[in-house]
């Protein structure tokens, strides 16, 4: 790539500083409108940014002497996945965390960063898990992943969603203050410590609880969980901190709680009646369906414990009539797939992470909303903390992938990892043809 490279003259170089590269291509999905036909993206490799995109007839005149590094099929902005967790857990019962040694689950999810990088994610929310402790050894270049937005651990009520229900609590609570990210936190001082602690960890949005879960043992995924002022405590306290609070949510009473305290994003809404969508769009909130996990879970019961797959029966069909219902009432929705475990026979591993572009049509997107849903409204479920990234724009970070197929007349496409075929990261190309991720 060096020798494509070109530095343009000082008088020449106004609206960035260094190197410019040019990339052109058939088809330009900016991520949030129209496509472009015959486009071009110009980025600067010192700043990381994008300072063109568009057509290749608008190029301004200062970017014109650029020799073109190289022309593909389709640029669009790096995916996001807005739900996701790094446990480095290989088994579908999350109670096996507690015996996992975090070097052990930091090994596995090198693995599962990478895999994301390379399906095309270049910016992952992670809702629950390591990732926080990631985020410094990928920024460092020491493994090559996605940006992290992490929430550090997702806070539960005791015996709440969050909580590992037949481990005894003395071992949660000693595993937790030995750096297990989970969180438990009853009343409201709790609760605010509870967000204090995660920002501490590093978090950059704030993850709650407001219902009970599939995966838990002993709750209903129906319950409310969390009192109306514990909720409003984390909220208030997130805020503070310029922080957006997300709120694992099936049923429709902890749904509307979260909404009324200032929960900005709905993770999996699978108990969406007409009240809670009006209250979402009403409050700007954001639906992230998270489909890939419950469609996959259905497929695979052998890796799922029975009672969770007794329940994941009847959510995973009101999830669905929920996320068509808010596709058709205009609710803004992002895509999150819940990816959380590293074992290959799972049938849940990072990396597939594309398959949620289909899910999102299947449920009543066009192509063309999906690819916003997964790209553009990425950075908005992060609120104050989000970067400008997931569209082709200039000023914003240069993570944009190449496709060998036209996503928009097949969205499939971004789940075939081998037809995403370029990933550049902050201006780094970090995968091409003959130039796998690497760590090397
Ligand atoms: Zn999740």
Redesign the pocket.
């Known amino acids: 790539m060096t020798k494509n490279r070109v530095t343009l003259p000082a008088a020449q170089a106004t609206s960035f500083d260094g190197d410019a590269v040019r990339v052109d291509t058939d088809l330009l999905v900016p991520g949030r409108g129209e496509p472009t036909k015959d486009g071009t993206l110009v980025y600067s490799t010192k700043t990381g940014k994008i300072v063109y995109a568009g057509s290749q007839s608008s190029l301004p005149a200062m970017y014109a002497t650029l020799a073109i590094s190289i022309k593909v099929p389709v640029l669009m902005p790096g995916l996001w996945d807005c739900?996701?967790?790094f446990f480095g857990e290989a088994d579908g019962n999350l109670e096996r965390l507690v015996q996992l040694a975090p070097a052990l689950a930091g090994m596995r999810a090198a693995r599962d960063v990478a895999a994301t990088l390379n399906a095309g994610y270049t910016s992952v929310r992670e809702?629950?898990g390591y990732g926080v402790d990631f985020v410094k050894a990928i920024d460092e270049g020491w493994m090559p992943g996605p940006h992290i937005y992490g929430a550090g651990a997702?806070i539960s009520q005791t015996a709440g969603h969050g909580d590992l229900h037949g481990i005894p609590l003395e071992m949660m609570h000693h595993q937790i203050n030995h750096g297990l990210p989970f969180c438990l936190a009853d009343g409201v001082e709790g609760a605010i410590k509870a967000v204090r602690t995660q920002i501490r960890r590093g978090a950059k949005v704030i993850k709650i609880c407001s219902t009970g879960g599939v995966m838990s043992k002993i709750d209903s995924p129906q319950a409310a969980q969390f009192t109306k002022s514990e909720i409003e405590a984390m909220v208030e306290e997130a805020t503070r901190t310029n922080m957006l609070v997300a709120a694992?949510a099936h049923g429709t009473e902890g749904i509307i709680a979260a909404l009324k305290a200032g929960v900005k994003t709905i993770?999996?809404g699978s108990y969406l009646t007409k009240e809670a969508i009006d209250l979402m769009i009403e409050k700007d909130a954001i639906l992230v369906a998270?489909r890939l996990?419950q469609v996959n879970g259905l497929r695979n019961p052998q890796n799922m414990p029975e009672g969770s797959y007794k329940k994941l029966l009847v959510v995973e069909q009101e999830n669905k009539k929920s996320y068509e219902a808010a596709i058709k009432a205009g609710v803004k929705c992002a895509l999150?797939t819940?990816l959380?475990l590293s074992s290959v026979a799972s049938h849940f591993i990072h990396g597939m992470n594309g398959e949620e572009f289909g899910f999102a049509v299947e449920a009543g997107m066009s192509p063309l909303q999906a690819i916003e849903a997964g790209t553009a409204n990425g950075p908005d479920t992060l609120g104050p903390q989000a970067p400008l990234s997931g569209q082709l724009k200039e000023g914003y970070d240069a993570d944009f992938i190449a496709l060998s197929e036209d996503p928009v007349k097949n969205i499939g496409v971004l789940a075939e990892v081998e037809k995403v075929t370029h990933v550049w990261k902050g201006g780094k190309l970090m995968k091409a043809p003959g130039k796998p991720l690497s760590i090397f």
Do not use: K, R
């Open positions: 739900h996701v967790h809702v629950g997702a694992h993770e999996h998270t996990i999150g819940d959380g």
